[in-house]
């Protein structure tokens, strides 16, 4: 009775195309990565913009920090930047518009929010531009 095995071209063929398989799925993981982190991005931006504008038809202001959204229950806590990994955000003040007088108050006012994350999405739009 003989024993029957693998021969090694057998076993080169099955690691040959395991290769292949591997070297095709790598890229598509990577960009489903980004991908995700990029979803997210959006989606947190999205929140905290909205609450920006409840805050401000609620009160009648804008907050002057993340933090007055989140201790007025508007936000839970403030969202992370999943590209750049922190809960920094870069903030868009109120700026007075042409006529109107300056109001320290006012100037303090978030009006919106920024990644600042650096470099481009894969639609080649700058995050710092979401």
């Known amino acids: 009775m003989r024993k029957r095995g693998f021969t090694l071209v057998e076993i080169l ?10 070297a ?3 890229p598509q993981y990577k960009y489903s990565v980004i991908r995700a982190r990029e ?9 905290i ?13 804008y907050p002057t920090s993340l933090e007055d959204l989140v201790s007025a229950r508007y936000l839970r806590e403030v969202p992370f930047d999943p590209v750049l990994r922190k809960k920094e ?10 006529g109107e ?11 919106d929010v920024r990644s600042l994350a650096p470099g481009d999405s894969l639609d080649g739009s700058p995050y710092g531009e979401w």
């Open 13 to 22: 063929i099955v690691v040959t195309l395991i290769g292949i398989l591997v």
């Open 24 to 26: 095709i799925m790598t």
């Open 39 to 47: 979803a997210v991005l959006r989606e947190n931006l999205f929140q």
């Open 49 to 61: 913009r909205d609450a920006i504008n409840k805050h401000f038809y609620d009160k009648k202001k």
């Open 89 to 98: 955000w870069r903030l868009v003040l109120a700026e007075p518009q042409e």
């Open 101 to 111: 007088e300056f109001d320290p108050e006012e100037a303090q006012s978030v009006v």
